[in-house]
T-cell receptor
């Protein structure tokens, strides 16, 4: 079956760095997305990786290892506004998105 | 720019009642999706559409029907609501590129008593 695993909840301190991991098992693979979702709001796009390696976008970076079925989202210089759920989603061979349950990130002052 | 708009935002139904959720997008995107989001679970695809006049079943289609009569609108119907359909419903749209990002509506919170 197809499956996405990510931690349910993480806590970090304002100004610090946090890494949110995601492992996936899909029928074929056409890339991996990260979305951010604040409580009570819609998910918004953060990143898309299809090749191995790290892609940086300001304070956020996303990494992919296709051979390991693994990705992570790295958030630097954490701000209170980064408190949100982070959703990992893999695109399978039929270009359907398989979603993880999301990681709730709590930022403490 | 409105993007993707869902109506209504909130609704309370009694078991057995019917209702329709409307999703409208102004981005001229081909693909539209209806998801439900429940605590502790990932987004689950109910139905989707790859263009005007087309619909297809997703992961959890039972109890729902959809229509895409116009490219900009995607309707989700519940013919006979059940408490198990209490959820937050999200509509999303994307362009032709399969690797393109999804643009989500603000969500519709439905409670079935």
């Amino acid at each position: 079956g197809q499956n996405i695993d990510q931690p349910t909840e993480m806590t970090a301190t304002e100004g610090a760095i946090v890494q949110i991991n995601c492992t996936y098992q899909t029928s074929g693979f056409n890339g991996l997305f990260w979305y951010q979702q604040h409580a009570g709001e819609a998910p918004t796009f953060l990143s898309y990786n299809v090749l191995d390696g790290l892609e940086e976008k300001g304070r956020f970076s996303s990494f992919l290892s296709r051979s390991k079925g693994y990705s992570y989202l790295l958030l630097k210089e954490l701000q209170m506004k980064d408190s949100a759920s982070y959703l990992c989603a893999a695109l399978d061979s039929n270009y359907q998105l398989i979603w993880g349950a999301g990681t709730k990130l709590i930022i403490k002052p | 720019n409105a993007g993707v708009t869902q109506t209504p935002k909130f609704r309370v139904l009694k078991t057995g009642q019917s209702m329709t959720l409307l999703c409208a997008q102004d981005m001229n995107h081909e693909y539209m999706y209806w998801y439900r989001q429940d605590p502790g679970m990932g987004l689950r695809l109910i139905h989707y559409s790859v263009g005007e006049g087309t619909t297809a079943k997703g992961e959890v289609p039972d109890g729902y029907n959809v229509s895409r009569l116009k490219k900009q609108n995607f309707l989700l119907g519940l013919e006979s609501a059940a408490p198990s359909q209490t959820s937050v419903y999200f509509c999303a749209a994307r362009g032709i590129a399969a690797t393109g990002e999804l643009f989500f509506g603000e969500g519709s919170r439905l409670t079935v008593l």
